[in-house]
C-alpha cells in the first residue's frame, strides 16, 4: 500500500531578514528569526525580501520574483509583516500588488510609504474585486489625500493579525472598505497576536544586589527618557543606570545625561532583542525595567515583554496597550505633569525594598502569552482557519488581473491606433478611407503579432 | 571592415551619459574603419503602458539591411533598444527600464499597487527576458548593471566599463575654490543635497553646476531652494558647456559633488579622478562605489545635507587633503584605464561576427576585472 503524503500548505513569506552581513532593526526581522525555525515543520515556506542574500537555509528570493514563481507554482498564502520602518516600505507596497495575511505591528504610520502608492487606487481595486460589473477607473484619477494609516493594507488582506490589541480596534473602527467573498459574510479573519519572545530566564540575585534601572527607548520625547532621568536626578544621580540606545543616537543620548546630571549612567549603543535579553537575565543585579512609551507610534515589543519574562519590576506608561495587561504585573504611570513624580515614587519603594514584586506572577504570564511555541501555534491556526478563504481570493485576483493585463496591452495597442488613424492617415474619400481602414488593420494586426512574439499575450 | 548599426533611444532636448556612450563608440568603430551608423529612436516614458509599444517598433523593424547594405551587427544599449531583432546582435547595457527593477516600491518609480502597472511591470520583465537573451554578446557599463540583469533577469554577462570620453585631455589645474557638479538635472542625481548644504559650507566656496534640466519643475525647486538661503551668489548654474570648458572646470575644482541614486556608472567620477580631483559622494550611489574608496580617492558619506557640507568642508579647510586624495584618483586611472582601452571595448563588442556567440554560454560575471583596463 502506498504511502500518501500530504502537501504542506506553501506560504511566501514577505519580511525584512537579518543577515550575517547587515542586521535588520526592525520587529519583522526579529520575529522571523524566532518563529520560521517552528512553522517550516509545518508550513512548506519562501522567504521574499527586497534583495538577493540567501536567507539561512530557507528557500530565498527576491520579493519581485514572487509573481513568477507564483504563476508556475502557486503559494496558498503571501504572507507579510508590516511595520513604520523604512525597511518595510517594500512590503507596504506589495500587499497591495498580491494580497494575503498581513501581521500588523504598527497600524498608524508616520508616512504614507512608498512614493508609488500616494495615489493607490485601493478602494477602487476592492470595488472591482467585490463586483464582476465593475471597471477599471480612467488613469490619472486623483485620489484625495489618506489618513497615515493601515486602512488601504488591512482593507487589502484576508487575513489580519495585530500585535498591538489597541491597533486591531483601530482597525476594525476606520476600516470600512475590503476584499468580501461570496460564500460568507465577513470572512475576513482578524485578531491579536502579540510579538513573540525566546526562552528568558530570571536573573538570580540577593537582596544585598546593587539596584539599577534599566531603559532601552529612543532619545524621542515619546519615550519619556527626559521623565525618567529627571526622576532619577531627584532620587539620587548616581543610581545606576543602563541605557540601551541606537548607534544613531549616541550622542544625543550623552547630551541627555549630562543635562540631567546622572553620573552612574551605562550607555550601550548596540540597541537590539539579543542584547536587551543579555542584560534582563544579568545576575547579581536587582534590576528595574522602566518602559514607559507614551505615543499612538510604535511599541515597546519584545523589550516589555522580556521583562516581564524575566520577572522584573517593570514601569510602563498607563496609555494605549497598558488596559490590556493586568495591573498587578507592571507598575502604571500616568503620563503628564506628575510623570516624573510618580516614577520617582515607585522607584524610591524599590530601592528601599518597602514594595515587594511577585516576579514568578509576571514570569508566568509572559510564558503564556508571548512564548515563541505558543505564537507560532496561534499563527498557525489562524493561517489554517484562512485557507478555504485564500483559494477563492487566489482565483479571483488572478481574474482580476488578467483583465488587468487585457486592459494594458489593449491601451497600447489602441495609442498606436490612434495615432495612426488621426494623425497619418486623415479622412477624406470613401475610397481613402478603405485603404486607410485596411492599413491601420494591417499595422494593427502586425502590432498584436510582435506582441504575441514577445510573450505580450492576454 | 564591417556594417554595424549602433541603437540609441533618446529623450529629445536632454543630454546625459548614454549620448557620451553613443558617440564616443561610434567615433572609436569608425575610426577602426568600420562602417557605422547610429539608429536614435525618441524615447517616452508616459504613459507607461507606451512602452510597451516603443519595445514593439524596435523589434518591428528589419535591421538586417537597408537598400542593398547588409547590416552585420547591431550594437543595443539602453532600454528598448535591446528589442531590436538582428542575428548578430550585441548588448552593451546601459540600463533597462529601472523603475520595473531596482527603483521598483522607491520614489523613482512610477510603478504603483494598480493591477495594469503590476501586469506592465511584469510584461516588461517578461520581454526583457527573452530579447537579451538572444544576444549573442552581453556586457553591461558596469559591475551594478550587470548584478542587476543578474539578479532580476538571471542573465549573465561582461563587466565593460566605458573608457573616458576625452581620452588622454584631462589635465589637474589649481584647487580652486567651488564644488564642480556635472550631470543632467533630475531628482535621481541628486544635486539638491549639495546645493542644500552649501550654507554649512564656508561662504568663499561656490558651487558650480554643469548639466541641463530634464525634470518639470526641478529648477523652480534648486530656485526655491537657492532663494530660501540667499545662495545666489554662490551656486552657477553653467548648463551645456564645451568640451574645453569642461576640461577646465574639472582641472580647478576643489571636489566633485557625484551622488546619485543608485548610479549605473557614472563617468563623471573617473573624470573627475582624471581631472585629480577627489569624489564627494554617498554610500548608496551604486556604481560609482567601484571606484571612490573613502579617504583613498574620495569621500563616501550618508546621504544627507549635512554630512555633504561637513566633506566639503574638510577639503576646503584642508587642501593638501584634497589634493592626496586627488592624486589617487589620477593614479587609479592610469593603473586600471590605460592601456587597451577601446580596443579591448571593441573586440568584446564585436565578437558576435568572430562567430564564438557561444562564448556567452560560459560567460560570467567578472567582478574583479576591468576589462578595458
Redesign the interface.
Known amino acids: 500500500m502506498s504511502r500518501v503524503t500530504q502537501r504542506k500548505v506553501r506560504i511566501g513569506w514577505f519580511s525584512p531578514v537579518n543577515l550575517p552581513e547587515k542586521t535588520s532593526s526592525t520587529l519583522s526581522a526579529y520575529t522571523t528569526d524566532l518563529l520560521l525555525p517552528q512553522l517550516r515543520n509545518e508550513f512548506d515556506i519562501t522567504v521574499f525580501h527586497?534583495g538577493?542574500q540567501q536567507y539561512q537555509d530557507y528557500k530565498t528570493a527576491?520579493f519581485?520574483s514572487a509573481?513568477?514563481q507564483h504563476s508556475r507554482d502557486p503559494f496558498d498564502l503571501f504572507f507579510y509583516q508590516l511595520e513604520d520602518h523604512p525597511e518595510s516600505?517594500?512590503i507596504?507596497?506589495?500587499c497591495?500588488?498580491m494580497p494575503g495575511a498581513i501581521w500588523f505591528h504598527d497600524f498608524l504610520f508616520t508616512s504614507h510609504g512608498?512614493?508609488?502608492?500616494l495615489?493607490?487606487?485601493?478602494e477602487d481595486?476592492i470595488e472591482h474585486f467585490n463586483s464582476d460589473t465593475c471597471d477599471?477607473r480612467e488613469?490619472g484619477h486623483e485620489y484625495k489625500e489618506r489618513e497615515r494609516s493601515g486602512i488601504r493594507e488591512a482593507g487589502l488582506s484576508v487575513l489580519r493579525v495585530f500585535s498591538r490589541e489597541i491597533a486591531h480596534s483601530e482597525c476594525k473602527r476606520r476600516v470600512s472598505s475590503s476584499l468580501t467573498f461570496q460564500e460568507q459574510e465577513n470572512r475576513i479573519l482578524s485578531a491579536y497576536l502579540p510579538v513573540p519572545i525566546p526562552d528568558v530566564s530570571a536573573p538570580l540575585f540577593d537582596a544585598e544586589d546593587q539596584f539599577r534601572i534599566l531603559f532601552c527607548g529612543s532619545v524621542q520625547v515619546e519615550h519619556r527618557a527626559h521623565k525618567l532621568f529627571q526622576a532619577i536626578a531627584a532620587l539620587d544621580p548616581s543610581t545606576p543606570v543602563v541605557w540601551l540606545c541606537s548607534l544613531a543616537e549616541q550622542h544625543a543620548a550623552e547630551e541627555l545625561i549630562k543635562e540631567y546630571g546622572l553620573s552612574s549612567v551605562q550607555l550601550l549603543p548596540e540597541r537590539s532583542p539579543k542584547k536587551w535579553q543579555q542584560l534582563v537575565e544579568e545576575r547579581g543585579w536587582r534590576s528595574v525595567a522602566a518602559h514607559i512609551h507614551f505615543s499612538v507610534y510604535g511599541q515597546t515589543a519584545p523589550y516589555l515583554q522580556m521583562s516581564l519574562a524575566a520577572g522584573l519590576p517593570t514601569l510602563i506608561s498607563d496609555f494605549g496597550g497598558a488596559e490590556f495587561l493586568p495591573d498587578s504585573l507592571t507598575f502604571k504611570i500616568e503620563p503628564g505633569q506628575t510623570e516624573s513624580s510618580q516614577i520617582q515614587i515607585v522607584l524610591e519603594e524599590l530601592l528601599s525594598k518597602r514594595v515587594h514584586v511577585d516576579s514568578s506572577a509576571a514570569a508566568d504570564f509572559a510564558r503564556e502569552n508571548f512564548s515563541k511555541e505558543q505564537i507560532g501555534r496561534e499563527l498557525s491556526f489562524m493561517v489554517r482557519q484562512a485557507l478555504p478563504v485564500l483559494s477563492e481570493m487566489n482565483a479571483r485576483w488572478g481574474k482580476?488581473?488578467r483583465?488587468?493585463?487585457d486592459?494594458?496591452?489593449d491601451?497600447?495597442?489602441s495609442?498606436?491606433l490612434k495615432r495612426a488613424e488621426e494623425d497619418l492617415f486623415p479622412q477624406t474619400s470613401a475610397f481613402e478611407n478603405s485603404a486607410t481602414n485596411s492599413s491601420v488593420t494591417l499595422a494593427s494586426e502586425?502590432?498584436q503579432e510582435?506582441?504575441q512574439?514577445?510573450?505580450?499575450s492576454k | 571592415m564591417a556594417n554595424i548599426l549602433v541603437l540609441g533611444a533618446k529623450v529629445p532636448f536632454t543630454s546625459g551619459g548614454q549620448e557620451i556612450l553613443v558617440s564616443t563608440l561610434i567615433r572609436e568603430l569608425k575610426a577602426r574603419d568600420h562602417r557605422v551608423d547610429l539608429v536614435d529612436l525618441p524615447y517616452q516614458a508616459l504613459?507607461k503602458?507606451?512602452l510597451?509599444?516603443q519595445?514593439?517598433y524596435w523589434?518591428?523593424i528589419d535591421f538586417t539591411s537597408f537598400g542593398e547594405t547588409k547590416v552585420d551587427l547591431v550594437i543595443a544599449t539602453k532600454f528598448p533598444t535591446y528589442?531590436a531583432k538582428h542575428p548578430k546582435k550585441s548588448l552593451w547595457l546601459v540600463h533597462q527600464h529601472r523603475p520595473a527593477?531596482d527603483l521598483?516600491?522607491?520614489?523613482y518609480?512610477?510603478?504603483?499597487?494598480?493591477?495594469?502597472d503590476?501586469?506592465?511591470?511584469?510584461?516588461i520583465?517578461?520581454?526583457d527576458n527573452?530579447?537579451i537573451a538572444e544576444c549573442e554578446y552581453i556586457s553591461g557599463i558596469s559591475k551594478n548593471v550587470i548584478e542587476r540583469l543578474q539578479?532580476?533577469n538571471q542573465i549573465v554577462g561582461e563587466v565593460l566599463y566605458p573608457p573616458l570620453p576625452m581620452g588622454n585631455s584631462y589635465r589637474t589645474g589649481e584647487f580652486q575654490d567651488y564644488i564642480l557638479s556635472v550631470g543632467r538635472l533630475c531628482s535621481i542625481k541628486r544635486v539638491d543635497l549639495m546645493l542644500k548644504a552649501m550654507p554649512i559650507v564656508h561662504g568663499h566656496v561656490k558651487l558650480k553646476i554643469v548639466g541641463t534640466p530634464d525634470e518639470p519643475g526641478i529648477m523652480e525647486y534648486f530656485q526655491n531652494e537657492i532663494a530660501k538661503h540667499s545662495l545666489q551668489s554662490r551656486i552657477e548654474f553653467l548648463g551645456r558647456v564645451s568640451e574645453e570648458d569642461l576640461l577646465s572646470l574639472f582641472a580647478n575644482a576643489l571636489g566633485v559633488f557625484y551622488a546619485p541614486h543608485n548610479e549605473d556608472y557614472g563617468y563623471v567620477t573617473l573624470e573627475a579622478f582624471a581631472s585629480g580631483k577627489p569624489v564627494l559622494t554617498a554610500h548608496d550611489s551604486g556604481g560609482v562605489l567601484e571606484f571612490v574608496h573613502h579617504e583613498q580617492n574620495g569621500l563616501i558619506l550618508e546621504p544627507t545635507i549635512d554630512a555633504f557640507g561637513h566633506a566639503a568642508n574638510r577639503l576646503v579647510e584642508n587642501k593638501p587633503f584634497a589634493e592626496e586624495l586627488g592624486k589617487n584618483g589620477k593614479a587609479f586611472i592610469e593603473k586600471e584605464f590605460s592601456g587597451a582601452g577601446w580596443d579591448r571595448v571593441i573586440e568584446r563588442l564585436l565578437s558576435p561576427l568572430q562567430g564564438i556567440g557561444t562564448e556567452r554560454e560560459s560567460i560570467h560575471i567578472q567582478s574583479s576585472q576591468i576589462v578595458n583596463g
Do not use: T, W
Not at chain 1, 453 to 456: H, K, Q, S
Open positions: 527586497s538577493f527576491h519581485l509573481a513568477e516600505n517594500f507596504r507596497q506589495y497591495g500588488v512608498p512614493e508609488p502608492i495615489n493607490s487606487p485601493f481595486v477599471f488613469r482580476l488581473h483583465a488587468a493585463r486592459e494594458v496591452l491601451f497600447a495597442l495609442v498606436h502586425q502590432l510582435i506582441f512574439e514577445l510573450g505580450f | 504613459p503602458e507606451d510597451l509599444r519595445a514593439a523589434r518591428s528589442y527593477y521598483y516600491a522607491g520614489r518609480s512610477d510603478i504603483s499597487d494598480d493591477p495594469r503590476e501586469q506592465f511591470r511584469q510584461l520583465v517578461q520581454g527573452k530579447v539578479h532580476y
